[in-house]
């Protein structure tokens, strides 16, 4: 059984929903919704460029849009303190092993989860150059980016098209 939902962050209870869709794959519908600013927790970026934490294989490459304006490159370890920042992502999506996968460009960035014998789930990060941190946004099996990332971004990050 292959279940996808995207889980927003702006809903509590959603696990219960999540957990009572896994009984109907057949009739289940994508769970989406915009989470509200209020929600979003941060992580701040200087930690990914410390001197103590040179930037390791699990980088993401921003490509054209990489630089301190975009938060590009970005490590899994930054993206897991954002992620476990946010508690309602965080308490939605199991972590399991860490993040793989990590993808960064424009602002934005992807990491798939890691959980043993269950569905690996996308999380959706956005960077705030104001405040120079990454804030997870939302987190789940499908959909993570429909609505929220530019086409023009999305088509650069794992996970985004599907």
């Given at each position: 059984m292959n279940i996808r939902f995207a889980l927003p962050v702006a809903l509590p209870g959603l696990l219960l929903a999540a957990t009572a869709l896994a009984g109907?794959?057949?009739?289940?519908?994508?769970?989406t919704s915009a989470p509200p600013a209020s929600t979003k927790?941060?992580?701040?970026?200087?930690?990914?460029?410390?001197?103590?934490?040179?930037p390791s294989s699990k980088a993401a490459s921003g490509g054209a849009a990489s630089g301190a304006a975009s938060g590009c490159p970005v490590t899994a370890a930054v993206l897991e303190k954002a992620f476990k920042a946010n508690k309602q992502v965080a308490d939605a999506i199991l972590l399991g092993k860490g993040f793989k996968d990590v993808s960064c460009y424009g602002g934005w960035a992807t990491a798939t989860a890691t959980p043993e014998n269950m569905d690996q789930a996308v999380v959706l990060f956005k960077y705030d150059a104001a405040k120079k941190t990454w804030a997870a946004v939302v987190g789940g099996t499908d959909g993570v980016c429909r609505d929220r990332v530019p086409d023009d971004v999305a088509t650069h990050l794992k996970g985004c098209l599907n």
């Open positions: 109907c794959a057949d009739e289940a519908e994508p769970v927790a941060v992580v701040p970026v200087s930690e990914a460029a410390s001197p103590d934490k040179a």
